[in-house]
């Protein structure tokens, strides 16, 4: 099976050298991503709650771009700077995901290499063809 890697050209850029999104048939891996706006690249806000909601709001963009949605994700992994965020990160996760429940971990991580930013997710998916 090939494996297609890209970046949407209308969101935000990787900010080192890696793609976005990797797909193989179903499968679709996309990136750590902080929590920015999809346009501009700057940080949704300086508090936990507002940038994991931009984080899965950019999921949802990153997906749609495949034909994908929300409700296709396997996996989320969670990478805490501050594990004291860990209510604000599941306040906007549990508005965002509020039926489907993909399985989840969350790591607690020194440092992240996007100034300001306070976590990063990446995920899994599969898509039903």
């Keep these: 099976m090939t494996i297609k890697t890209f970046s949407p050209e209308h969101l935000f850029q990787p900010i080192g050298p890696y793609s976005h999104i990797a797909q193989s048939g179903p499968f679709i891996v996309i990136s750590g991503t902080p929590g920015v706006d999809s346009q501009t690249g700057e940080l949704a806000g300086p508090d936990a709650y507002s940038q994991a909601k931009q984080i899965l709001l950019n999921f949802q963009l990153l997906l749609e771009s495949v034909g994908a949605s929300l409700n296709d994700v396997m996996q989320i992994h969670v990478y805490l700077k501050n594990v004291a965020d860990f209510a604000a990160m599941n306040q906007a996760y549990a508005e965002i995901l509020p039926q489907h429940r993909p399985a989840r971990t969350v790591i607690a991580v020194a440092d992240l290499p996007k100034k300001g930013a306070l976590m990063t ?9």
């Design 121 to 129: 997710m990446d995920l899994t998916a599969f898509k039903n063809q």
